[in-house]
């Protein structure tokens, strides 16, 4: 990423000139960017992640490097509880998921089903609430004195464990994460050539073997990055355990010992590399296994998958089938607005009554958390945009040295999970003092922003490299070849025709960081600092607090709603935009 | 292997409201080497795979071998489809791809193997059994499709453009290949196609489909020689159309073209029909006026090679002479007046 620059050479015609290009580097705007950025990535990312990597190898109290950390760690049976329960409760989670996602995409992409635009739609509402957010309602749902389980008791006098301990996490989790087998596992079905799925009809196959010899396996990659990103999203997860008052996992151990014991204890460390290095191990794991699949999509005198209609009883199944899931995947968010609705909700399967008490309360109570997560999630998602231009303006366009070097940095960001980020920043800034504010860096409400900002570069980044690849680069060379410098086109020509792509970037990064809870949760230093999703996790604290977390629950899936479908209706557009505007 | 015939009565078959076959009749002779030829949306493709199975459910009736598959899924008909695309799994290494049809058929792994092998020797690919099939290239990856489908010992053989994605010279070779096996196994094989030289040099008999309604069905001479129609006439070489009336003096009869040019007619030739078709090669380009000799202008020349082909003004109409090249031959330049000297033995009237 460093390239030296030597002062910059006058510009004497002919010595300059002669010199091979790398003697004399020309340092652009876009050089000073790209070293802006990288330093601004290596000081927000790398040295933080790597100062958690350091202090899990050193000795507490000499600081000499010794593995001594984690023996400690793997002698204490709480962490190796933690450790083997993190590790089932992601993999049932991907299990559950997948007995989700699988009859939805099957159905979907095989058989002309008019419930298809349903499960397209309503399959991904999960997504637009904050899992931490529904794990209280799913409580009064799902839990022992529950709705489900109080009818459970008076009709059969049973009762189902849903939510008891590790269940209740694995619920949760696979409820809300889904979505991402759904969309991969469906986008992997689709994309499987016709005469794939014929040829084994022709050579006298069908039903469930032509699914298990053919079709399956050539959606796999699709399922396994699906299920992967799953898994690590479990793996990694801080609020809804948390919320759940499950203690004895990875995550939740991290935020305590910090939270309790304070940054110079060894074990969150310690925790937080096992975190990174899982994330590491479940990508790695699905990029060796997609490697040299690249299946072929539709071939030459091909086409998708050919949709059979159903017969009447296997449609009725169907719709059995996709109702029941709709329904188990909706409850948090009907679970959510009784609870915001409710005056109280104890041992019955419905509230007692109805009330809007608890949005006043929320309101009266809750007007920081909002305007600071207008703030930080403002800022985040602004910051977001602009390095997110500028890096896939220099990875696309120039050849700087080390360009792709930014991109994979900015992308790295996606491999740290959020309480480890937090506590990286925890333990590199507190010794940072702000001047004029007075306080650590690590306790000033502009960390959490540019936590927030780094967690959710990565995806402004992919909106904004998809917008510029957009752009084609005869407009950029119009522009040049009719006089306008480097500086000016970029201003006038690429920045414009990027907006779609960068206001979706925007909006996305602003929806999903206004709900953000594991960094943040790690750099709150006072309840005026706090950000609407510490608000949410302080309310459920309390039973009496329920009623108003809930509403502000709400609010939160609202902002995350209004968030996608905007973003939604931008790509849209600009796409129209863009057909009209193209030359046929 | 059985050898089956395949007999298509009063075929329909449409896309929702586009009709795409409308009434097929065809009889394919056991052990026949048969080629659909035609257009692209023709529906020579579709009438293949509704052979197959494929596709929505057609009227009328399919009998392979006498039995009438209409109504039966593509995996009871035992008949086997070449995919255009090849369709090998790229998850399944070559002996897999092969194997896969006689496994769906419950046959004990052990009688498997020597089944792939010989089929792969006979495709003379059994060194590369143990490869993935993105490790192939097109050719190779073709021979393992046509491998997988003979290996199950179908009724019939459908191939679908098998060659279209393979380069020229690979493209010559293969369809002799094809030819070969074909003869050598003596399977009912329906090969789809839209280039005639492909037809011509593979199948015994070919159909020529248009609009979803075949227009002729004979061997590859009878239909370039006796095309039913001005399609077919069109769509199989090179053809030169001159509008005109047909007049007979007795039994003798002749062609009066537009622009009022007479060329007498054999006795042999059908006389109905206000179109003479002539082909390149029965037209001699001439300097002097002849019998049957049409007056015209050199419009274009094109250097062949082994002939020049002249593109003359004459008879109403553009017409395309092809004269065979050898050094010191008479050059007609462009805007040269000659005549064209038509031999009427051969031409048809339409």
Redesign the interface.
């Given at each position: 990423m460093s390239y030296s620059s030597p002062p910059p050479a006058k510009r004497q015609a002919g010595l300059a000139d002669r010199l091979p290009g790398w003697l004399v580097p020309h340092l652009s705007g876009l050089h000073i960017a790209a070293l802006l950025i990288a330093l601004l990535l290596v000081g927000l990312l790398l040295v933080p992640v790597a100062q958690v990597m350091i202090v899990a190898f050193q000795d507490p109290a000499t600081g000499a490097a010794t593995l001594q950390n984690f023996v400690d760690f793997f002698r204490t049976s709480l962490f190796r509880e933690s450790f083997w329960n993190s590790f089932y409760v992601s993999a049932m989670s991907v299990v559950v998921a997948t007995a989700i996602a699988l009859p939805l995409a099957y159905i979907t992409t095989r058989f002309t089903f008019s419930g298809s635009i349903l499960i397209q739609s309503l399959g991904f509402i999960p997504l637009i609430m904050p899992p931490f957010v529904g794990a209280v309602a799913m409580q009064l749902i799902f839990g022992r004195n529950g709705t489900v389980n109080l009818l459970l008791r008076d009709w059969f006098g049973i009762g189902i464990p849903f939510m008891e301990g590790l269940n209740g996490v694995i619920l949760v989790q696979s409820i809300h994460y889904f979505p991402f087998i759904l969309i991969n596992l469906s986008a992997s079905l689709r994309n499987i050539d016709r005469s794939m799925e014929e040829a084994a009809q022709n050579l006298g196959s069908h039903g469930i073997r032509l699914f298990r010899r053919v079709v399956f396996p050539l959606a796999m990659p699709g399922y396994i990055a699906g299920a992967a990103l799953v898994f690590i999203k479990v793996f990694d997860d801080l609020g809804t355990p948390l919320l759940l008052n499950v203690n004895n996992m990875l995550a939740p151990q991290a935020f305590l010992r910090i939270s309790s014991i304070g940054i110079s204890d060894p074990m969150g460390y310690v925790i937080s590399v096992i975190l990174v290095v899982f994330s590491i191990l479940s990508l790695w794991t699905s990029f060796l296994f997609m490697r040299g699949k690249e299946y072929a999509t539709v071939q030459k005198g091909g086409g998708g998958m050919a949709r059979r209609e159903l017969k009447p009883i296997e449609k009725a199944m169907a719709y059995g089938v996709v109702v029941l899931i709709l329904l188990l995947v909706l409850s948090p968010h009907i679970g959510l607005l009784l609870l915001s609705f409710g005056t109280i909700w104890s041992y019955a399967p419905l509230p007692d009554g109805y009330t809007l008490a608890n949005y006043v309360t929320m309101w009266e109570n809750s007007k920081t958390y909002i305007l600071n997560t207008v703030l930080y999630a403002g800022v985040a998602a602004t910051l977001d945009v602009i390095i997110g231009t500028a890096i896939a303006y220099i990875v696309i366009r120039t050849r700087i040295f080390g360009r792709q070097g930014l991109d994979y940095l900015a992308t790295a960001a996606l491999a740290v999970p959020g309480v480890v980020l937090g506590i990286g920043y925890l333990r590199t800034f507190h010794s940072i003092d702000v001047p004029l504010v007075d306080k650590p860096l690590a306790s000033w409400w502009v960390i959490i922003a540019l936590a927030l900002m780094v967690r959710r570069l990565p995806y402004a980044l992919r909106a904004c490299t998809a917008a510029l690849q957009q752009v084609s680069l005869a407009l950029e060379e119009a522009a040049e070849s009719l006089g306008a410098t480097k500086r000016r086109t970029i201003q006038k020509i690429v920045v414009p025709l990027m907006t779609g792509g960068i206001l979706a970037g925007f909006v996305t990064s602003f929806a999903t960081a206004a709900v953000e809870l594991s960094a943040t949760i790690m750099l709150v230093s006072s309840n005026n600092d706090a950000p609407l999703s510490y608000g949410i996790y302080l309310f459920m604290q309390t039973p009496s607090g329920r009623g108003a977390g809930a509403a502000l629950g709400i609010v939160a899936v609202v902002v995350v709603a209004i968030g996608t479908i905007a973003s939604q209706i931008i790509i849209e557009r600009d796409k129209k935009l863009r057909a009209s505007g193209e030359q046929r | 292997m059985e050898r089956a015939g395949i007999k298509i009565e009063d075929v329909h078959l449409s896309f929702g409201e586009t009709k795409v076959l409308k009434g097929v009749n065809l009889e394919i002779k056991p052990g026949e080497f048969f080629a659909f030829l035609g257009p692209s949306g023709s529906g020579k493709s579709t009438l293949l795979r509704a052979i197959?199975?494929?596709g929505p459910t057609p009227q009328g009736s399919i009998r392979i071998g006498g039995r009438d598959v209409v109504k039966l899924?593509?995996?009871?008909r035992n008949?086997?489809?070449v995919?255009?695309?090849y369709?090998l799994?790229?998850?399944m290494s070559v002996r897999e791809n092969v194997g896969?049809?006689l496994k769906?058929?419950k046959m004990p792994a052990r009688q498997i193997r020597p089944k792939v092998d010989a089929a792969l020797e006979l495709v003379g690919l059994q060194r590369l059994a143990e490869r993935m099939p993105?490790q192939l290239s097109g050719g190779q990856q073709q021979r393992i499709?046509l491998a997988?489908?003979i290996v199950?010992e179908p009724e019939v053989l459908l191939l679908?453009?098998p060659l279209?994605?393979l380069d020229a010279s690979l493209r010559v070779q293969m369809r002799r290949e094809l030819l070969r096996l074909q003869r050598q196994l003596g399977l009912t094989t329906i090969f789809v196609t839209h280039d005639q030289e492909e037809a011509n040099t593979t199948s015994d008999r070919m159909a020529v489909l248009d609009g979803g309604v075949i227009q002729q069905i004979g061997t590859p001479q009878e239909l370039y020689d006796q095309p039913a129609n001005l399609f077919v006439a069109r769509f199989l070489g090179t053809a030169n159309i001159l509008k005109g009336r047909v007049e007979s003096y007795g039994d003798q009869a002749r062609f009066v073209t537009a622009t009022g040019d007479s060329l007498s007619l054999s006795g042999s030739t059908p006389s109905e029909g206000g179109n003479i078709v002539l082909r390149p090669q029965n037209i001699q380009i001439s300097r002097e006026a002849g019998r049957n000799a049409l007056p015209g202008k050199v419009l274009h020349k094109e250097f062949l090679g082994s002939q020049i082909r002249y593109l003359v003004e004459a008879g109403g109409t553009e017409i395309v002479v092809d004269q065979s090249h050898s050094s010191g031959v008479d050059w007609y330049e462009v805007g040269a007046d000659v005549h064209l000297l038509a031999n009427t033995d051969n031409a048809v009237v339409l």
């Open positions: - | 197959a199975g494929f899924s593509p995996w009871t008949v086997g489809m995919f255009q695309s369709a799994w790229p998850h896969f049809g769906e058929r993105n499709a997988r489908t199950v679908d453009e279209s994605n």
